[in-house]
């Protein structure tokens, strides 16, 4: 079972890795606004993530059956627990090296992430100011002085 956990972490480690390359490509093509590179990166992004997902599962059920065989591990375990019931030997500091790996995978493709996600939100902006400017009308969402949202619909009542 060792050994298939282990094979778990490699896989996902390889899928994080493939995640954050496209992240790369991705803010490349945000910062050079090439929406139809970004857009054929979304196919191939939505596969690897359902990759991660069905990973993921995968690593979950494996946990199951270990906390099932094993009494030291419970609900509030974490890796280090995991690991301290690796039997001694190559494959304890193999899970080990993998853990790490993947921790350190899993930050990165999240900093890319947000990354991306804030270029998106300024790309949003710079358009809704360009058509702002070009149009000499405001595009929602527009904001009050109080930072809310607010509508530049007018109710006018009319009366004969």
């Not at 039997?87 to 993998?98: A, D």
């Amino acid at each position: 079972m060792w050994q298939e956990f282990a094979n778990n972490l490699n896989e996902l480690n390889k899928a994080y890795k493939a995640l954050i390359e496209l992240g790369k490509k991705k803010r490349s093509a945000l910062v050079l606004v090439d929406m139809k590179t970004v857009e054929s990166l979304l196919k191939t992004e939505e596969e690897l993530t359902d990759s991660v997902a069905r990973l993921e599962k995968t690593r979950q059920s494996l946990l199951m059956k270990l906390a099932a065989s094993e009494d030291r591990l419970g609900p509030n375990s974490n890796m280090q627990d995991i690991i301290g019931i690796v039997p001694p030997g190559k494959m304890k500091e193999v899970i080990r090296k993998l853990h790490d790996m993947l921790a350190g995978s899993v930050q990165e493709a999240q900093e890319i992430s947000e990354g991306n996600a804030l270029l998106i939100k300024a790309a949003m902006e710079a358009a809704a100011f360009h058509l702002n400017r070009i149009g000499g009308a405001k595009v929602e969402p527009a904001y009050g002085k109080g930072g809310e949202v607010t509508t530049h619909r007018r109710n006018f009542e009319f009366n004969a």
